[in-house]
């Protein structure tokens, strides 16, 4: 089992900076593929950003290319998500998840574990 526990969300003005924290406790969230998802008020969790279990691989939404960077230490087992450039409408519930097999970064479905959410609000 895996529990993974969200911090760093906040309220930021437009063009600020946010990074975000999962912490993974479980013994094999380290080998998994970490994930970074969203959802904003009346529409559906969607994908931002991934890294593999070594963080030499990354994925990205189009929406934050470029601006969002995920990283991982996984001595520390801590998954990072550095938002620069934010938008009004990065604004959203940030959730971390994990994916023990790693074969479907930008579904849902394919995540096994999620955290709690962080609150991530952007003013214009």
């Known amino acids: 089992q895996v529990q993974l526990v969200e911090s760093g969300g906040g309220l930021v003005q437009a063009g600020g900076s946010l990074r975000l924290s999962c912490a993974g406790y479980?013994?094999?969230?380290?080998?998994?593929?970490a994930g970074w998802f969203r959802q904003a008020p009346g529409t559906e969790r969607e994908f931002v950003a991934a890294t593999s279990w070594s963080g030499v691989n990354t994925f990205y939404a189009d929406s934050v290319q470029d601006r969002f960077t995920v990283s991982r230490d996984t001595a520390k087992n801590v998954v990072y998500l550095e938002m620069n450039s934010l938008k009004p409408e990065d604004s959203a519930i940030y959730y971390c998840?994990?994916?023990?097999?790693?074969?479907?970064?930008?579904?849902?479905?394919?995540?096994?574990?999620w955290g709690q959410g962080t609150q991530v609000t952007v003013s214009s």
């Open positions: 998840a994990a994916s023990i097999l790693g074969t479907e970064v930008t579904t849902t479905a394919g995540y096994d574990y």
């Open positions: 479980g013994r094999t969230f380290s080998s998994f593929l």
